[in-house]
């Protein structure tokens, strides 16, 4: 038996390191018949044990996940897919221009980093677009979320502004990287290792039009020790057993606040005696997230 750790998991074959050498592997029989209800039991970032006296290699076992994320399912069926495993950060990459990244997607995904109970950070890219007074914006979005604890990077992927201090925050690092196509990830990932030769310039209009598109979420080895993630295509990631009260606790300025609220089980809409209202009069809680948390409640759970 050997240990390998998978790169890339596409349901018919898994791409895996062991040792220093990249094998395309197969699953154990009793692994797919179990997988009958996940799309897919075996995903980028497991830690396997694998029969490689076989050709191809057998994964045999999974080892026990520090931590997984969902992805969120894009059709109504109650199938779970496993996007990646034993991630250490989130990084969500944003666009202050063409497109630009509302702070609503930013705020999303940073509740769902925090539901899964993994670190989280926000890279501004495309900053050489922005005037004076947006550049000034943009300054003070990344401020608040540091102060939040997210650590933020404003970047341009392409004079490689800031990708300097985001390289060092990344180092030794399993980290997952997502946002919206054309915000300029692959751009980035080749700004901080020229090596990765990601294709950048987006998925072509043909495939972008609502197909399901059958990109798979790989891992990349990087000169600086990080593993990176790069999820083509994943648009936001799925919520599991989540209730409503529960959303407020993943805002870590409202997790604190809301102990003070009259109701234990107060959602910070009417009710009397609300903490998290007067904080937001005062300037405590930023306008921005707490409208960020209402659209969330109301995506989450519709009236
Ligand atoms: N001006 C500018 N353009 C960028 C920057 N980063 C990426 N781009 C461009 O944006 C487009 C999409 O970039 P890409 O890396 O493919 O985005 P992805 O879909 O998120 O991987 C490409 O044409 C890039 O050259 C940046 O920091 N500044
Ligand atoms: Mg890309
Ligand atoms: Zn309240």
Redesign the pocket.
């Known amino acids: 038996m050997s240990k390998g750790l998978v790169y890339k998991s596409t349901g018919s074959f898994y791409k895996v390191k062991i040792g220093n050498t990249f094998e395309e592997c197969v699953l154990a029989g009793k692994y797919r018949l179990e997988g009958k209800r996940t799309t897919n039991p075996v995903a980028v970032g497991d830690w396997v044990e694998l029969n490689t006296e076989k050709l191809p290699p057998v994964i045999e076992t999974i080892s026990p996940r520090k931590n997984y994320i969902i992805r969120k399912s894009v059709n109504l069926s109650k199938e779970a897919h496993i996007l990646a495993s034993n991630i250490d950060l989130v990084l969500i ?1 944003a666009s202050v221009a ?1 497109p630009r990244t509302s702070t609503g997607f930013i705020n999303r995904i940073l509740v769902t980093a925090e539901a899964y109970g993994i670190p989280a950070a926000v890279v501004f ?5 922005q005037n004076a007074k947006e550049t000034a914006a943009t300054a003070e979005l990344a401020e608040e979320f540091d102060f939040l604890g997210y650590t933020s990077f404003i ?4 004079s490689h502004q800031g990708v300097d201090a985001l390289r060092t925050f990344l180092e030794d690092k399993t980290l997952l990287v997502i ?10 990932l080749n700004a901080l290792d020229p090596m990765l030769n990601v294709k ?4 072509s209009k043909k495939h972008n039009k609502g197909m399901h598109t059958t990109t798979f979420a790989e891992m990349h080895d990087t000169s600086f020790g990080a593993r990176i993630i790069d999820t083509p295509g994943v648009k936001e990631f799925g919520l599991v057993d989540i209730q409503p009260a529960d959303v407020s606790g993943y805002f870590p300025e409202i997790r604190e606040l809301r102990k003070k609220c009259r109701f234990h089980n107060c959602l910070h809409l009417e009710e009397p005696g609300c903490a998290v209202k007067e904080a937001l009069e005062t300037g405590e809680i930023a306008a921005f997230r707490f409208q960020d948390y209402l659209n969330i409640l109301e995506t989450i759970f519709p009236k």
């Open positions: 990459v063409k890219n495309k900053a050489d677009l970047t341009d992927a392409l946002g919206h196509s054309g915000v300029g990830k692959s751009s980035l950048t310039g987006g998925i």
